[in-house]
Every structure is written in C-alpha cells, then in structure tokens.
C-alpha cells in the first residue's frame, strides 16, 4: 500500500508479507457479455484509515518490496521491481513510501543487471510490482497504486510487448481499493488475482487483515473477460497464482480467529470457462505470508512452498486437476516473499537459514538434492531465480541496501546434515 494512504492496512500486510509480479481505459462491466460477468461483485469499499502519517519504521518493504522475470528474447530477461529509488532510500520524512517500478536488463553471461532505468513512475508508491508473460510474449505489469486513487489504493496495470512497447499502457484500474495482487499467464489470458478491502484487528501484531479475494481475466491486449470472486467478503488475503497452459493454482492464507497462524487455501482455475474449484486446505496452520508457488512444466505439476507453524518447510506438487501428489514436511523454513526457481525437474527454494534448497521433482514424488551456501543475503520483500543454462541457476534477492545477484550451481550442492538428512531421504 501506498505512502500516507491505508497507514494500519499496509502495516500489517508490512510486517509479515512471496515471489513476489510479470492505454485504452479498462472494458466497462457493461461492454462485456453477460456470461463473462458472472458472480462478479459490486465495486469495493474500503474501509477509512487512521490520518496519522506511517512512521519509517523496521519495515523492509520500506526499501524494495515485489519483483517479476520476462523473457527479453535472445536469451536475455527482463526484471522489474518496485524500490524507493536508486539505491533505495526508504520511506521520505513525512513517513510516505516512493517506490517507483524500475526495469533492468540480464543478458547471458552477466553477473549483474544492465540498463537499468525508471519504468513506471507517479508520487505515492507503485508497489509490490508482479509481471507474467503470455505465449505470444507479451506483459502484464500489475501493482498496487497510491497515486491518484479514490479509495486509498487500486490494483492497476499495463500491457506491453516483450520489447516493452506499449500495447495497453498503465494507469488502468484491476480493482479501486483492490491490493496485494499477483498476476500469471494461462496461455495467451493474464489472470489478476488481488485481495480488497481490510478488516482491522487480528493478524500480525493484530493490525488486520485482507476482506477477502477475488481475479479478473484479461485477453493480450488488456481487455476483461471474466470476474470471479473467490472467496468474498471474508478475512482471506495475500492471493498468490501460478499458471500453467490450460489453468491457474490460486493459494491465499485465511484468518484463524484466536490464532497468530493461517491457514492456507487453494483453488483451480480456468480462464476460458470461468470455473473455479475451491479444494480447501493445503495446510492448517502457516506462518502469516510465507508461501510461494510456481509451475514446472516438465512434470505438468504445480509446486508450492510454504513454512508451518512449527518452524518446518512444507512442499506439495499438484496435479492439473487439484490433487495434491506429493507432499515433503520437514524441509528447513523458507523466505517470506521469495519465489521458486524452476529448471527442469528442479525447484530451488531460499532458506531462512541463508541457503539455496534443491528439490528434485517427480508427478509424485519430491526428494532434497541438497544445498548450498547463498553468497548474497536473502530479502524478505522479493527474490526471484531463473536458468541461465543447464548447469547454472540466477537469484536476484531484494534487500534494504539494493538489488543482490548470485549464480548457483547445482553441482556444488552439499548433502544435509541430521537432523536434515531424514527429510532427504523421505519421498
């Protein structure tokens, strides 16, 4: 949430917030066939926020806070993330956030970022930025905005092509009041899948909690086709998505009344039809926001990380259909806020403890590799990783003091230690 706007809401979401983010106006509700229009709702309202002004606290979100990867082409990628600058600053005096979202280029054989430069730019904060990219290339940046917003925050976005030519250019509102959202292709479809509202009391250091969640799909070139709430109206928020050639994995955390955990919730979701699944759990007690998700398309499965309440890493695959096929328990505990790097059969997942986790996967089975040392610290406000070849792994981690990069090379790979050793050898 924006500098001085929704002060509580975004403390909350502040303190304890995954991987994370990849112009014609918004298509009307009237311009769009009723069908696609199904069980949308009414616009949110949010609820009005405290006028004293956020102190720049211990929140590291202050600094940078949400990242995404696009295929540049030839090999190269694009990265964007929202900072408070160039290094990062941190919040202004009177307490406001300026993040802008910036663009940098990596090319193979690059140790570090290239060309870096001011993407999107407004007063207030465009933050945490969250991009996907659709088979013909194109990219659908997506934030929260403080800039210019009657109910203290929207949800906005932009298309662009993969060279980064406009094709529906931001400002264009997912949601009014609309935060917290992430976005993933399914085909040539982007679904936005974003929280709204804000239910003070509960939560981390009992500041609050989202109102609930809900997605829009929108074709290649920005225009909306579907509405579907998810779970409205309800203290469920912080919606993660992952998406494959036919649907999409949404995994969000539910409030549990009395408790400093959530749950975590998961659904599929179809784009072209409008359907979702609600299935239910996929675990009964995590530590507020830590959880990511991701495809691997080399075993058609969906992969999610998430640390429990007593401290152990779980991983799950999930079938296309929603079935969990494979379930791990007692990994080491992983970073809030960071992605999954995919190559292959392999996940690599951040550690708490300062080490990159390599999981080999199966459709139903997951092992531990191994780990190794991370040579850079790990940020709890963004982490993203990506194959730059067969052999090699890049992070880019988001920290207080700017952008960090590291290759990784699965090869160097140690074994864990006992107690570790017994998760190893389970499947």
């Given at each position: 949430m924006?500098?001085?706007?929704?002060?509580?809401?975004?403390?909350?979401?502040?303190v304890?917030?995954?991987?994370?983010?990849?112009?014609?106006?918004?298509?009307a509700?009237?311009?769009?066939?009723p069908?696609?229009?199904?069980?949308?709702?009414?616009?949110h309202k949010a609820?009005?926020r405290?006028?004293?002004?956020?102190?720049?606290?211990?929140?590291?979100r202050?600094?940078?806070?949400g990242?995404?990867?696009?295929d540049?082409?030839?090999?190269?990628?694009?990265?964007?993330?929202?900072?408070?600058?160039?290094?990062?600053r941190?919040?202004l005096s009177?307490g406001?956030w300026?993040h802008?979202?910036?663009?940098g280029?990596?090319s193979?054989?690059?140790?570090?970022?290239?060309?870096?430069?001011?993407f999107?730019?407004?007063?207030e904060a465009?933050?945490?930025?969250?991009?996907a990219?659709n088979?013909?290339g194109d990219?659908?940046v997506?934030?929260?905005?403080g800039?210019?917003?009657?109910?203290?925050?929207s949800?906005r976005y932009?298309?662009?092509r993969?060279?980064?030519?406009?094709?529906k250019?931001y400002?264009?509102?997912v949601e009014s009041?609309?935060?917290?959202?992430?976005?993933?292709?399914?085909g040539?479809?982007?679904v936005v899948?974003?929280?709204?509202?804000?239910?003070?009391?509960?939560?981390?250091?009992?500041?609050g909690?989202?109102?609930g969640?809900?997605l829009?799909?929108?074709?290649?070139?920005?225009?909306?086709?579907?509405?579907?709430?998810?779970a409205?109206?309800?203290?469920?928020w912080?919606p993660?998505i992952?998406?494959s050639?036919?649907?999409?994995l949404?995994v969000?955390?539910?409030?549990i009344?009395?408790?400093?955990?959530?749950?975590l919730?998961?659904?599929?979701?179809?784009?072209v039809?409008?359907k979702?699944?609600r299935?239910?759990?996929?675990n009964?007690a995590?530590?507020y926001?830590v959880?990511?998700?991701a495809?691997?398309?080399?075993?058609?499965?969906?992969?999610?990380?998430?640390?429990?309440?007593?401290?152990?890493?779980?991983a799950?695959?999930?079938d296309?259909?929603g079935?969990?096929t494979a379930?791990?328990d007692c990994?080491?505990?992983?970073v809030r806020?960071?992605g999954i790097?995919v190559?292959g059969t392999h996940?690599?997942?951040?550690?708490?403890?300062g080490?990159?986790l390599?999981?080999?996967l199966a459709?139903?089975?997951?092992?531990v590799?191994g780990?190794?040392?991370?040579?850079i610290?790990?940020?709890t406000?963004?982490?993203?990783?990506f194959?730059v070849?067969?052999?090699?792994?890049h992070?880019v981690s988001?920290?207080?003091?700017g952008v960090?990069?590291?290759?990784?090379e699965?090869?160097r790979?140690?074994?864990?230690?006992?107690?570790?050793?017994?998760?190893?050898n389970r499947?």
């Amino acid at each position: 949430m924006a500098g001085s706007k929704a002060n509580r809401r975004k403390a909350a979401r502040a303190v304890a917030s995954t991987l994370c983010a990849a112009c014609c106006l918004v298509v009307a509700a009237s311009m769009a066939p009723p069908a696609a229009l199904a069980g949308a709702t009414a616009g949110h309202k949010a609820a009005p926020r405290p006028s004293a002004q956020r102190k720049d606290t211990g929140d590291p979100r202050r600094f940078m806070h949400g990242i995404g990867v696009a295929d540049a082409g030839n090999g190269k990628r694009w990265i964007f993330f929202s900072s408070s600058g160039l290094p990062p600053r941190g919040a202004l005096s009177n307490g406001n956030w300026p993040h802008d979202v910036y663009v940098g280029e990596w090319s193979p054989g690059s140790a570090r970022l290239t060309h870096v430069r001011t993407f999107i730019s407004r007063p207030e904060a465009q933050e945490p930025v969250s991009v996907a990219q659709n088979d013909r290339g194109d990219l659908f940046v997506t934030f929260e905005d403080g800039w210019n917003a009657p109910q203290e925050v929207s949800q906005r976005y932009g298309v662009y092509r993969r060279n980064l030519k406009p094709v529906k250019p931001y400002p264009n509102d997912v949601e009014s009041g609309g935060h917290s959202g992430h976005v993933a292709a399914v085909g040539e479809r982007f679904v936005v899948f974003y929280s709204a509202d804000w239910v003070d009391g509960g939560g981390v250091d009992n500041l609050g909690t989202g109102g609930g969640v809900y997605l829009k799909t929108y074709d290649a070139a920005g225009r909306l086709l579907n509405h579907v709430p998810v779970a409205p109206h309800s203290r469920e928020w912080w919606p993660v998505i992952a998406g494959s050639p036919r649907n999409a994995l949404l995994v969000w955390q539910k409030f549990i009344e009395g408790s400093t955990d959530a749950t975590l919730e998961y659904a599929m979701f179809d784009p072209v039809t409008a359907k979702l699944e609600r299935l239910g759990r996929l675990n009964d007690a995590i530590q507020y926001y830590v959880y990511a998700s991701a495809y691997v398309p080399a075993i058609d499965r969906f992969i999610v990380v998430t640390t429990a309440a007593d401290q152990r890493g779980v991983a799950m695959l999930i079938d296309p259909d929603g079935r969990r096929t494979a379930t791990l328990d007692c990994l080491p505990a992983s970073v809030r806020e960071s992605g999954i790097g995919v190559a292959g059969t392999h996940a690599y997942v951040p550690t708490r403890d300062g080490r990159l986790l390599t999981l080999a996967l199966a459709p139903a089975r997951i092992t531990v590799r191994g780990a190794q040392r991370s040579p850079i610290p790990w940020g709890t406000t963004g982490i993203a990783g990506f194959p730059v070849n067969d052999t090699t792994m890049h992070f880019v981690s988001l920290t207080p003091a700017g952008v960090r990069e590291a290759d990784f090379e699965p090869g160097r790979e140690s074994a864990l230690a006992e107690p570790e050793a017994q998760c190893a050898n389970r499947q």
